[in-house]
């Protein structure tokens, strides 16, 4: 779960990321120009929180319309860009790592 305060009603999306590789693994979130080193084993989770109430609750600009997340695959890099108004990054245990706005 996210940290609190956390509203009920508020849609929230979980993306769980495992470097299940040999060596470390850039995981890097748009449009914030933010990267995340993973050591082999690691496990982080991109959370996305969309707009309570709305009939399209993920923000404009998804190429797949009403999804939380796009993910694409660059020189052996995953790039991940949520579509909700708040991303936070969790670390195994739950622990927020980071907080985009």
Do not use: I
């Amino acid at each position: 779960m996210p940290p609190e305060p956390w509203d009920p009603v508020v849609p929230v999306a979980r993306l769980p990321v495992t470097d299940d590789g040999g060596r470390l693994l850039e995981l890097f979130l748009e449009p914030y120009c933010w990267s995340e080193w993973l050591e082999p084993g690691a496990k982080v989770t991109v959370v996305t929180v969309g707009m309570a109430g709305a009939a399209r609750p993920w923000v404009a600009g998804a190429s797949v319309p009403d999804e939380p997340f796009e993910l694409q695959h660059l020189a052996g890099t995953p790039v991940v860009r949520p579509y909700g108004d708040l991303v936070l990054l969790l670390g195994a245990h739950g622990n927020e790592l980071y907080r985009l706005p």
